[in-house]
């Protein structure tokens, strides 16, 4: 493997490395919103860097304790979400979170990276990966007609979505980074991310305003909004397959 191919691929994972440690250590100093969302980008990165190079260097004890970290700090990014739109940030005690650095076991990984010889493949094969990964929760999205599921079943299929494609997106920007990815593929897919981050955060707070009779108006309006949005995407779906296509297609 040439040193100009590999390079571009070690000095990525070098930085996503120390800006994994910077934003650990920025949540441990304090679990602010700013904070926990900017190490949840930061972990969500460091695994799309884990799945790009699993095929010469798997490492399942790091992906999974990474996705443990990630999901522990969950619901306090949704608490801090929700106490922001609805005017009670005054009310959330920050914890102390406690999340790892991971200083060793990255410091090795890092180190057995340097020993692969040939990397000529990675990003193609990931590439490929994360389309074959979206045609999945695509096909899953389908198993039965949106007229024959409830909203609460139509929801939590778009939500495993959310979550494919919330990985797609990092994995297609550092795709994009090396030069094996498109402008276009990480912008449809902060796209698709945003519409279902929305249609989430609908859902979770007129889960937490149940029961509140004063917020009952605003409840019917999330309801409307999540109907709506239901129906738009089940209209917008083609834009996925299409993106799939493109991916498995691209001569890069």
Request: aromatic content about 6%; charged content about 25%; overall charge positive.
């Amino acid at each position: 493997m040439t040193a100009d191919t590999r390079d571009p691929l070690l000095a990525q994972a070098r930085v996503l490395v120390a800006s994994y440690h910077h934003a650990a250590r920025a949540v441990r100093r304090e679990a602010s919103e700013t904070h926990v969302h900017g190490y949840r980008i930061a972990a969500r990165r460091m695994q799309a860097l884990l799945a790009l190079w699993r095929p010469a260097l798997c490492h399942p004890k790091l992906e999974r304790r990474l996705q443990r970290a990630i999901g522990r700090l969950s619901a306090l990014r949704d608490a801090q979400v929700y106490a922001a739109r609805f005017g009670a940030s005054s009310t959330i005690v920050l914890p102390r979170v406690t999340v790892p650095l991971f200083s060793g076991l990255l410091a090795h990984w890092l180190d057995a990276l340097e020993q692969i010889p040939d990397t000529s493949g990675l990003a193609r094969h990931y590439r490929r990966h994360l389309a074959r990964r979206l045609d999945g929760a695509l096909s899953r999205l389908d198993e039965r007609p949106a007229g024959d599921v409830s909203h609460r079943q139509q929801l939590r299929r778009w939500h495993h979505l959310r979550l494919e494609i919330k990985q797609a997106r990092y994995g297609a920007e550092l795709l994009l980074e090396l030069g094996a990815g498109e402008a276009q593929w990480v912008s449809a897919f902060s796209h698709w991310q945003e519409r279902l981050g929305q249609l989430q955060d609908w859902r979770l707070w007129r889960s937490a305003l149940k029961g509140n009779k004063r917020q009952r108006r605003v409840r019917c309006k999330l309801k409307l909004k999540i109907v709506t949005r239901l129906r738009r995407l089940d209209c917008q779906q083609a834009e996925l397959v299409g993106l799939k296509v493109a991916m498995l297609d691209s001569p890069l």
